[in-house]
């Protein structure tokens, strides 16, 4: 064989091997550019299917066991339908209170020495019983209006309608109207309702001058200025049936509430919120009973204008403005009410009998509370009332009531464990020297449990 036919043979040959292994080359890729199809494409059938079934569970927890068919919607549904029936999803909540009670003296015979009854303040009977539940609805009702009803649910069995109102949400500038039955904005504990004071009872003061709560039938607006430092003003204007005033069947206006808080940071850990408001309302033949000097229960009637002026203060501390760990609360509240008008003595007797004259009363009262959470679920509190039954004159009924300087005043000391923001439970007990000469040791146990969706509390 030459030299020139070795050469083009060995030449042929490393051709041939270079092309077998391009070929070889190419087709392991082809292979493996077809596992990545498959890979994908069989993820995405799996993703696909995980949609599927998450689409499935979502409409199986909304859909209600057991529904209904739904009635066929509308050929045409109009953008109002939106605030039907299938819209309509209010936030539904009930909280359930209960005590168990030890008091020294009988419940029956609470009274405020040197002030004038003013409905159920009695802190509830002996042993165990429920206390005051109640059964919230809120929703927003469209772009315009939201709405809130709370009934009250009262150991006797009976339910009542606590607050109704609605609210105005789409007024620019700050402005907030609301009409309706609700608790007023004067002080600060009074819009609170009962479950989130921080002691099972209302405070004397709250007590004596407005029954309890004041409750407004009316309409209230309130404007919060546009700057750093908290400002609210606010109006009410209402029938004034509540106490101190009460049914007069007239027409207009019956009573009257103004107020400015104002509030703000104290640097990182510290914020405060004070006060101011004035009540001004009446009453005619507001009926009650009193004992007069010689020790009777005696029955008289008061008609006139009460007045009323509260000055409040709450001041907040927590670490690095974090309550989870710990925090403290101060807060306190002072009142006048000045009484004038016409006091009918012993209305049980022959009308041409019973004596009418002038009355004029000038009290005042306070009280003020401190509470510790010392540590997460846990707080620690304690509140000083007094009352000031100061001057009052009867006029030519002066001769059948008694003139003894007294103050009634209770201490309070109180332990609870909140253990998540549904469920509360409170040890309480207060020393209660409402009347000369008699101290009632008061105590209560007391638990609070929240069913449902609960909006926020105020500050």
Known sequence: MSRRTFAHGALALALGMATNAHAATDADLDAIRGEIR????????????LEDRLKNAEAAAVAPA??????????????????????FNPAISAVLQGAYINLSQDPSRYMLFGFVPSGDIAPGPRSFSIAESELNLSASVDHLFAAALTFSLTPDDTVSVEEAYAVATGLPYGITPKFGRFFSGLGYQNEQHQHVWDFYDAPLVYQAFFGGQYTQNGVQVKWVAPTDTFIE???????????????????????????????GDVGTSNSWRAGLSYLQTASS???????????????VSFTGRSRIAVADLVWKWAPEGNPRERNFKLQGEYMWRRESGDLTYDTNVNAALAATSSYSSRQSGYY???????????????RYDWLDAGSVSYGD???????????PQRTSVMLDWTPSEFSRLRLQYSQARLVPGVTDNQWFLQYILTLGAHGAHRY
């Open 233 to 263: 003003l606010g109006g009410e204007v209402g029938s004034g049936t509540n106490y101190p005033g009460n049914d007069r069947n007239k027409n207009g206006i019956g009573d009257g509430v103004v107020y400015v808080h104002a509030g």
């Open 397 to 407: 009924n002066g001769a059948y009531f008694g003139d003894v300087d007294f103050h």
């Open 66 to 87: 057991a529904a209904p068919p739904s009635p066929p919607e509308p050929v045409a549904a109009a953008p109002a339908a939106a605030g039907g029936i299938a819209a």
């Open 368 to 382: 003020v509370q401190g509470v510790y959470q010392f540590m997460p679920e846990w707080r620690f509190g304690a």
């Open 285 to 299: 033949d507001r009926a009650y009973s009193i004992v007069d000097a010689s020790g009777i229960d005696t029955p």
């Open 38 to 49: 498959q890979l994908k494409e069989s993820y995405e059938a799996r993703i696909r299917a």
